[in-house]
């Protein structure tokens, strides 16, 4: 599965949900558990990720995104890219060493986006993870694995996160993102039901 199967799995019906954007800060304090007792660091990397945009209006919001980021970048230093993948998936990609100015432009862009009414647009934010050399130590005693990218992704549509560990040949790490889930699910909106918890292939960053 990928982001086309994400975007049929999230438009199951005729009209989405907007975007629920209230409960990405929770990855703010999270972030310290994830570090401190998981031994997974932020990576200073991020994105937000849009289905497609119609030709007429992509251009305009391409333009506004653009325009927003230049102006919040100038406050954090963040630096930003957009991209269009091959399935014509508009992605925003941040780069900065603090977490918080991170998660703050994921905000920033997404209430802005709802507020020119392009809320029904935003799929999902992602914050990457790269576990240390020396792993830590799972809530059990059960160390993670070392060298990893653990991807936490936000789904609008639900409001909830989930941890998502890609290893080759499109397989995945499904006992780590338990353990995962055991771990966090007390700090943070963890996505209940393990059927959403759709794997994002490719992911540029």
Known sequence: MGLRDFMDAVMGRSRLPKAKSDKLFAISTA???LESSLGLKPSGYAGICFKPIGATSYE?????IEELLENSSKETQT???L???EFDFLWAIFRDPDFEDLVANIYLVSQTLEDRGFGEQILCAIYRFDSEPEAGTAGHGTKTGAGKTVYWIYNFKQGTYYPFIPLSNRQRDSPFEFRLRAAMEREMPVEKSVEKWYPLWGIPF
Do not use: H, L, Y
């Open 31 to 33: 972030s310290i558990t």
């Open 79 to 81: 630096e930003f890219r």
């Open 83 to 85: 991209e269009k993948d």
């Open 60 to 64: 305009s919001a391409r333009n506004e």
